[in-house]
C-alpha cells in the first residue's frame, strides 16, 4: 500500500465515507456492457448452480440448474448462456470504426462485468471445461458451447492485460478509484465495499459495510453461496427436485429453486449496476478510449480468427517460449499502463513524485533557440533547468514527458539537489532555429515531468518454438485434438 492510499484510507475512517483514490476514471466503461453474476454449486470446481446475466439493468435473465451434479442439465445450462454472450459478441461487430485506420477495427468490443474476482475464476474454469467439447461422439453437446468456450477463455486472457477492459470485476475497479476505511479483503465484498463509497441516506460508511455483513440482506456476491443458504435452502429445494415423481411436481419445484436463487442474484445484480452508474459519472482519462482501441483491435482480429476458421481451441497451458513471451509483454504493458494513468492523472502522478520517479518545480532558466550541432544535421535542442523540492532518482539519459505537453520528450541531461537540467525534443513545431511559441517552457512555469507512457521497450529475445531448450522440456510436440481434450480431474 502506498502512502497516500494509506492517507486515503485513514481519512475514509475519519469522515466516515470513500475518498477518491484518482481525478478521471481509467477504466472503460461501455454503453452496453453485458453483466454476469454466476453462482457455483459449493464443493464443485466447475458446477454451475445459476446465473444473472443481461445488458439492461430491468431485464436480466435467469439461468438456474436444477441439478448442477448432471452433466446434461449443466451443459443445457451454458448452451443457454452462450445464446446470451454470442448474440452480445456478434452485436459488437456489426459496425466498423470509421476513424481511416488501415486495418479493419471493430467500434465495439464487448465487456462482461462480474462482481469480484471469484466470477472472473468462474469465467476461467467454465471456459476451460467448455473449450475442448465435442459436438458429435460420445456425450455431444450443442454447437455453440465449445465456441462459448473460446469466448470465455479468450476474455480470461485479456483480463491479464494491464488497461484492458473487456473482463472486469467490480471489486478491483472501485477498489482503483476509491480509497474505503477496511481492509483490502473487507474490500473483496461488493455489498461492503459499495457501503463505504455509497452508504444508504443516514448511514456511514463503516455502518453500512456491518450491514452487508449479513447474507440475509446481502447475500454473497457469488460465484460462492452463503452455507446457511445452502443447508436452509438450496439442499431442500434441490432435493425436492431430485424426489419429484411427475412432470408438474419438477416444475414446482424447479420454479421453487429458481425464486430462491433469483432472490440470491438480485441484490449483487442491483450493486453491480449501481457501481457502473457512479464510474460512468466520473470523467474519463485522456488514455482511456487508447486503450479500448487496443481491445477492440484485439476482439477484432479474434473474431475474424473464429469466422475464417483458423482459431483453435487456446491451450490448457502455455509452452515454455510462449509463455516467456507472454510475461514479457504483460510487464512491459504494466510499465505502459502505469505512466499512462500518470500522465492522466495528478493524484497517480504524486506517488511517482514519492517515489522519485517524476517531479514537480519551476524552470528557472531556459534556453529555447539552443541548437544542437553534434549531429549530422543541426536540431533544435532547447535546454530548461527546473528547481524542485521533489526527491529525484531518476539518471540522466532517462526520458520524461510533461502532461503539459504530451507530444514533446525530454532527456535528463543531469540532476543535482535541488536542479534538473533537460533537453527538449519534439513538439515544437517544424522549424530549426525558432521553437513555436508556448512549445519550451518559460521561466517562472511550475511544469511536471514523469515516466514516458509510449516510449519504445524492445521486446525480450527468445527462442523459437522450435528451439526451446531441453532444460525447459524442448519443442512441445505440435497440437493434435483427440477425444482426452475436455477431460479434467473436475470436469
Known amino acids: 500500500m502506498s502512502v497516500l492510499t494509506a492517507l ?43 446465473a444473472m446475466v443481461g445488458t439492461e439493468p430491468s431485464a436480466p435473465a435467469l ?30 461487430s456489426k459496425t466498423v470504426d470509421p476513424t481511416g485506420t488501415t ?18 475464476e468462474f469465467i476461467r474454469l467454465l471456459g476451460r471445461s467448455t473449450r ?23 476474455l480470461r486472457e485479456r483480463a491479464d492485460h494491464p488497461g484492458s477492459a473487456m473482463l472486469l470485476a467490480m471489486t478491483e475497479v472501485l477498489g482503483e478509484h476509491w480509497a474505503t476505511g477496511q481492509s483490502g479483503l473487507e474490500d473483496a465484498n461488493l455489498a461492503a465495499l459499495m457501503g463505504w463509497i455509497d452508504p444508504p441516506p443516514g448511514l456511514d460508511g463503516a455502518t453500512a459495510a456491518q450491514l452487508a455483513e449479513d447474507p440475509l440482506r446481502w447475500p454473497p456476491a457469488g460465484p460462492s453461496t452463503d452455507p446457511t443458504f445452502d443447508n436452509e435452502i438450496l439442499a431442500p429445494a434441490l432435493s425436492a427436485y431430485a424426489r419429484a415423481a411427475d412432470p408438474n411436481a419438477q416444475s414446482r419445484a424447479e420454479a421453487a429453486l429458481a425464486s430462491a436463487l433469483q432472490e440470491q442474484l438480485e441484490p449483487t445484480w442491483g450493486l453491480v449496476w449501481r457501481a457502473v452508474e457512479l464510474l460512468r459519472a466520473r470523467p474519463a482519462g485522456a488514455s482511456v478510449e487508447t486503450r479500448w482501441a487496443i481491445d477492440r483491435d484485439a476482439f477484432t482480429a479474434y473474431h475474424m480468427s473464429l469466422a475464417e476458421g483458423t482459431a483453435l481451441p487456446q491451450p490448457r497451458r502455455d509452452s515454455a517460449v510462449a509463455a516467456a513471451g507472454r510475461l514479457d509483454r504483460l510487464e512491459r504493458e504494466q510499465a505502459r499502463y502505469e505512466a499512462q494513468r ?61 502532461p503539459a505537453r504530451l507530444s514533446q520528450q525530454a532527456m535528463v541531461v543531469s540532476v543535482s539537489s535541488v ?3 533537460l533537453e527538449l525534443s519534439k513538439g515544437m513545431g ?52 483427440n477425444d482426452t481434450d475436455a477431460q479434467e480431474d473436475w470436469s
Open 342 to 402: 500518470a500522465l492522466d492523472d495528478p493524484l497517480v502522478m504524486a506517488e511517482f513524485r514519492l517515489s522519485g520517479e517524476a517531479f514537480t518545480g519551476v524552470v528557472v532558466s531556459a534556453s529555447p533557440n539552443r541548437v544542437d550541432t553534434s549531429g549530422k544535421k543541426a536540431a533544435l535542442r532547447p535546454h530548461i533547468t527546473v528547481q524542485t523540492d521533489d526527491p529525484v532518482r531518476i539518471e540522466p539519459g532517462a526520458l520524461l514527458v510533461s
Open 63 to 92: 439461468l438456474v440448474v436444477a441439478n448442477p451434479r448432471d452433466r446434461t442439465q449443466r451443459f443445457q445450462f451454458v448452451a443457454r448462456l452462450a445464446r446470451t454472450l454470442l448474440q452480445y459478441t456478434e452485436s459488437c
Open 430 to 481: 517544424r522549424s530549426t532555429k525558432q521553437p513555436a511559441p508556448g512549445s519550451v517552457p518559460e521561466v517562472g512555469e511550475t511544469v511536471t515531468y514523469g515516466p514516458v507512457s509510449d516510449a519504445y521497450q524492445p521486446p525480450g529475445r527468445f527462442p523459437s518454438r522450435e528451439e526451446t531448450p531441453w532444460t525447459h522440456g524442448g519443442p512441445p510436440p505440435d497440437y493434435q485434438p
Open 8 to 50: 486515503a484510507r485513514a481519512e475514509a475512517v475519519e469522515s466516515g465515507r470513500a475518498q477518491l483514490l484518482t481525478t478521471v476514471r481509467h477504466t472503460h466503461i461501455a454503453a452496453r456492457p453485458l453483466v454476469l453474476v454466476p453462482l457455483a454449486l459449493a464443493g464443485e470446481a466447475a458446477a454451475p448452480l445459476a
Open 103 to 120: 486495418r479493419l477495427r471493430y467500434a465495439e468490443a464487448p465487456q462482461v462485468l462480474v462482481p469480484n474476482r471469484g466470477g472472473v
Open 132 to 154: 475442448f467439447r465435442r459436438t458429435f461422439g460420445p456425450h455431444p453437446v450443442h454447437r455453440t458451447v465449445p465456441l462459448l468456450g473460446q469466448w470465455l477463455t479468450f
Open 419 to 421: 536542479d534538473v537540467v
